[in-house]
């Protein structure tokens, strides 16, 4: 495969383009993936077990409260990770980032 010039110029930003999405779409990712391996302490900041009652930082019990938080946070960093490697797999099979543009919703 050998592209002309005009080819590489029209190619190469669009390249760019798709690697720093894939880029920001595996930070997405990572940070989803975090949030649902650990809780935060509401309070202090804390990373904690998933399981654990107490808070590992401060040792505050984990409330109704923080437990409805934390609910809510999971099923966010779930549908963001499903968001995020559906976009990752388009990018992979070469779907054009204007069509990605098109069905994402943020
Ligand atoms: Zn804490």
Redesign the pocket.
Known sequence: MSFTDRQLVEYLPQAQARWQRALMERRRLSTAERLLRARR??????W?DMSATH??????RFTVADDTEWDATVSRASATVAEAEAVLADLARGVMLERLNGVSHG
């Open positions: 302490c509401s309070y202090c900041a804390s904690s808070c590992a930082g401060c040792r505050r």
